[in-house]
T-cell receptor, first 116, second 117 residues
Framework: DTEVTQTPKHLVMGMTNKKSLKCEQH?????MYWYKQKAKKPPELMFV???????INESVPSRFSPECPNSSLLNLHLHALQPEDSALYLC???????????????FGPGTRLTVL | AQSVTQPDIHITVSEGASLELRCNYS??????LFWYVQSPGQGLQLLLK??????LVQGIKGFEAEFKRSQSSFNLRKPSVHWSDAAEYFC???????????????FGKGTKLSVKP
């Protein structure tokens, strides 16, 4: 199984709502990632988990809260978002890089988020 | 600092014509290089990767890329484009992490490929 799944596919939320995005992989990867992608732009890294521990937080506002309950699951909890947070949120996973080197990342289909 | 440049924002080719998408990188050591493709509203799919060895790498869907260290380039090619190849293409370099931190991908801005019938 070389698939990364993400739910939901689409999400519309108000600025006072709390919602969560979910990501799952069964490739035995120990590194998982959240990216934000605006239209016509490349993905921007938000968070990296390595062995279920947060290893990189790219100065993301606290209204985004990641969680890695186990090695197969990655969540992104959303609270009090702003309209400018509307974007495609992509999850990815990879084998754990050794020596700081980078392995290929496998991406999910994304969640299209709209904040009203 | 590591960076990736894709000079062409948008390219249009006729179906059946050959394709070359350009990618230049800036990286101090031997880079790990990737090409991803993204169809509208979808996630990214890996086309091919270069880690070491043979500088001409073959990927999925008939794509290939050539690593040229002297030109700091990793251009993507396909001999005959199909209408289904219309998508956004991203070149990425794997940046080494330091001090025990995770290495990560640095993406170019992407090239949109349109295919004329």
């Amino acid at each position: 199984d070389t698939e990364v799944t993400q739910t939901p596919k689409h999400l519309v939320m108000g600025m006072t709502n709390k919602k969560s995005l979910k990501c799952e992989q069964h490739m035995g990867h120990r590194a998982m990632y959240w990216y934000k992608q605006k239209a016509k732009k490349p993905p921007e890294l938000m968070f990296v988990y390595s062995y279920e521990k947060l290893s990189i937080n790219e100065s993301v506002p606290s209204r985004f809260s990641p969680e890695c309950p186990n090695s197969s699951l990655l969540n992104l909890h959303l609270h009090a978002l702003q309209p400018e947070d509307s974007a495609l949120y992509l999850c990815a996973s990879s084998q754990e890089p050794t020596g700081g080197l980078v392995n290929e990342q496998f991406f999910g289909p994304g969640t299209r988020l709209t904040v009203l | 600092a590591q960076s990736v440049t894709q000079p062409d924002i948008h390219i249009t080719v006729s179906e059946g014509a050959s394709l070359e998408l350009r990618c230049n990188y800036s990286y101090g050591a031997t880079p790990y290089l990737f090409w991803y493709v993204q169809s509208p509203g979808q996630g990214l799919q890996l086309l091919l990767k270069y880690f070491s060895g043979d500088t001409l790498v073959q990927g999925i869907k008939g794509f290939e890329a050539e690593f040229k260290r002297s030109q700091s380039s990793f251009n993507l090619r396909k001999p005959s484009v199909h209408w289904s190849d219309a998508a956004e293409y991203f070149c990425a370099v794997g940046a080494r992490g330091y001090g025990g931190s995770q290495g990560n991908l640095i993406f170019g801005k992407g090239t949109k490929l349109s295919v004329k019938p």
